[in-house]
């Protein structure tokens, strides 16, 4: 552009001159403010238009986003994921269904995360056979065939998660309380996959390892869907995503049973049988009075994932059999006439030649499981190690007025939600273990003396992920030996390395050691991830002075910190256990 100084020399300017040139130089600006304002008239049109048609593709759902951005939503949702490569890998696969579906959001991205997971775990289905046919060892073909089943479950818990993200009355994917059973199951699915691998180091199975290395992917995959849907929330929140979260009513001073137990059910677990006026659909009796005179008998007539409530009665008696509900067998409510008078019994065990997870008694994974005034025992002895007498994997399963009797292994509460309530519970090493979401509440806990040189731990939980929702919690229980007992007896030691268990408004007899717990290797200190909690308890046992001194133990938590294990907190019992009626203190109050 030209100056003034371009004229005749610095600072000497004729008068005319100087006119004509501000009057060129004004003419000039004139039209590079013009040309300015068309071109910021252009530039501003063209974000306005994609601005309004990114707002339409967000309004209408839209059917794509960029490469770039879709790749920045997978690492972003991946990021809070222990296994980030593997998460990346299995959703950049699946880029061009991601942008099909509208799933650039973590919604959809988490939902493909768990259809990843499912196509890896499916790959597992053919490998137990071909293992079984490989081997001669009894021990190790029952334990691949419980790897088969477990298999099975895993993926059933998978597909009920992929299922149950469906568009709600609001228009969300997720809500607060869909988010909850998601975690419950996938946390299952986790379980599931683990004991399979318990149960060949148990057996020391040849093929541990190849299974393991085949089991790696499935569960790195099925991990990364836990620990986006741990985060959820946040991911929504920095994704500018909206989300409802569902009310919760918050109960828990009184007596009732937690919400998922509906009115209906209420009714059935407050009704007395004799005389009462509950009504069974099948009826077992071994003095032949009843339609049937095994259990076994009558649960092979329970429709299969019925949404009703199938009720068995089962007449005083002892009923020497191993009884099995599947994962098909939904909502049943099995009584009897009282836990000393109605006894299931069995004998299976580990030294017997059977793995720990196959022993029960009594198992049952179907959801919706309620058992009461029923005594279930495994009468194997103390010699012959692990002998389950109940083990359940039923999400969202009651057992009320029931007792539990054994020695190594007692009581195995495997995965999902559990609530037991005035139980009795009695045994000696790891009596009380597995990997649910599990309150025991109002239970009689009894130790018994072991084998000589052996000490007794009432709880071992088995938490193997950050992100499970699992855990041990036992509240206003009463914690005494059942006989005469002089071995070492502590409340539980770490079996995993996210084990959680909790103790809270307990009374606890001198027959637990001052030191209160114990490693699960001796003389170690266990992982600082676990979490080790004692609260308001009372009795001799119950002194902290010489607890142990674990970074993963608190010797005295909180009232909020233990709130967290309460009925209402830790297993939503305010949404599915009023249903039941049994009676449950729904907060520490």
């Not at 509208?102 to 071909?130: G, I, Q, R, W």
């Not at 004692?534 to 002075?545: I, R, V």
Request: proline share 3%.
């Amino acid at each position: 552009m030209d100056t003034i100084k371009s004229f005749k020399g610095y600072g000497k300017v004729d008068a005319i001159e100087d006119q004509a040139f501000r009057r060129k130089t004004r003419k000039r600006m004139i039209i590079v403010a013009v040309s300015v304002i068309v071109l910021l008239s252009v530039i501003i049109a063209a974000i306005v238009g994609v601005a309004v048609h990114n707002t339409n593709q967000d309004d209408g759902k839209a059917t794509s986003s960029s490469p770039m951005n879709l790749a920045n939503s997978i690492k972003a949702v991946c990021s809070v994921t222990q296994y980030p490569n593997s998460c990346f890998s299995s959703l950049s696969s699946l880029e061009t269904k991601a942008a099909t579906n509208k799933a650039a959001d973590p919604e959809e991205l988490f939902k493909l995360s768990m259809e990843a997971a499912v196509n890896e775990l499916s790959k597992l289905s053919t490998l137990p056979d071909k293992l079984i046919a490989r081997t001669n060892d009894v021990r190790d073909k029952a334990a691949l065939l419980d790897c088969q089943s477990l298999y099975q479950e895993a993926i059933d818990q998978l597909n009920t998660s992929i299922s149950s993200m469906q568009l709600d009355g609001n228009g969300q994917l997720l809500s607060a309380s869909k988010i909850d059973d998601m975690k419950t199951w996938l946390s299952a699915s986790l379980t599931d996959l683990q004991t399979c691998l318990d149960g060949l180091e148990e057996t020391n199975s040849t093929a541990l390892e190849e299974v393991r290395k085949a089991m790696q992917n499935p569960t790195e995959l099925t991990s990364n869907s836990l620990a986006i849907v741990s985060k959820i929330l946040a991911l929504l929140q920095d994704f500018d995503l909206p989300i409802h979260r569902r009310r919760r009513k918050l109960l828990g001073f009184g007596f009732e049973f937690p919400e998922w137990v509906g009115p209906a059910d209420r009714k059935l677990l407050h009704q007395e049988q004799n005389g009462g006026t509950t009504k069974a659909n099948v009826t077992v009796a071994n003095d032949g009075t009843g339609n049937f005179s095994t259990i076994t008998e009558a649960v092979a007539t329970i429709p299969k994932k019925s949404e009703t409530r199938f009720l068995i009665y089962v007449k005083q008696g002892v009923y020497e059999e191993n009884v099995v509900l599947d994962k098909s067998t939904w909502n049943v409510m099995m009584y009897g006439d009282g836990k000393a008078k109605t006894i299931i019994s069995g004998n299976l065990s580990f030294v017997g030649g059977t793995p720990t997870f196959a022993t029960a008694t009594f198992a049952v994974v179907g959801k919706g499981f309620f058992m009461k005034d029923i005594g279930i025992r495994n009468t194997a002895g103390a010699e012959n190690h692990q002998a389950v007498a109940l083990r359940s994997g039923s999400d969202l399963s009651v057992f009320y007025r029931c007792s539990f009797d054994g020695f190594q292994d007692t009581l195995y509460a495997h995965s999902n939600r559990q609530f037991y309530r005035d139980c009795d519970i009695t045994g000696t090493i790891d009596f009380i273990f597995g990997n649910a979401a599990v309150v025991f509440q109002k239970c009689n806990i009894q130790p018994r003396q072991p084998m000589a040189n052996q000490f007794n731990t009432i709880t071992a939980q088995g938490k193997t992920d950050q992100n499970q929702n699992t855990g041990i919690s036992i509240q206003r229980c009463n914690i005494y030996a059942l006989d005469n007992v002089t071995a070492t007896t502590y409340l539980g030691r770490p079996w995993k390395n996210y084990s959680t268990t909790v103790i809270m408004q307990s009374d606890i007899a001198a027959v637990v050691d001052p030191t209160g717990w114990t490693p699960w290797i001796p003389n170690t200190l266990p992982l600082s991830t676990i979490y080790y909690a004692e609260y308001s308890n009372t009795g001799p046992g119950s002194t902290l002075d010489k607890r142990v001194k674990w970074e993963g133990y608190k010797s005295n938590i909180t009232y909020e910190q233990a709130s967290k294990f309460t009925v209402t907190s830790f297993i939503h019992g305010s949404d599915w256990l009023p249903q039941t009626t049994v009676a449950y203190d729904g907060s520490l109050q």
